[in-house]
């Protein structure tokens, strides 16, 4: 699977610009396939490139999905450095009734409180 996602960033704490990034995903097992690689890269010199482990925690195919991705890990296995997205496929957001669901699973991955929302004005 491919991807390719389009936005503004900030780097080096100050310069805002409007990157450009490019992702393969690949299925290690095939009996695990929420379990991914995603090696990405930008499409630019100044924007980052490299591979982290992907997984889908939840989704109900139809109008959101929760992924954490690991950049790297410590020497326990456990994640060094992560992040989390929840993909709408509604560009206004997720409805009441699904938030809540969104809410509970952020509770059981410990990350509630640390999302934003990002517009999709189609801007950058």
Do not use: H
């Amino acid at each position: 699977m491919t991807a390719s996602s389009k936005g503004r960033v900030k780097l080096f704490g100050f310069w805002v610009i409007c990157a450009d990034m490019a992702a393969q995903y690949t299925v290690p097992d095939p009996t695990t396939p929420a379990k991914m690689y995603m090696t990405y890269q930008g499409l630019a010199s100044y924007l980052s490139s490299g591979g982290d482990n992907y997984w889908v925690i939840d989704t109900d195919y139809d109008n959101y999905a929760i992924t954490y991705a690991c950049r790297s890990l410590k020497e326990d296995g456990s994640c060094d450095d992560g992040y989390s997205l929840i993909f709408s496929r509604n560009p206004r957001g997720l409805p009441p009734a699904i938030q809540r669901i969104v809410r509970q699973k952020q509770e059981e991955i410990c990350m509630s409180g640390q999302f934003q929302p990002v517009l999709q004005s189609g801007a950058c």
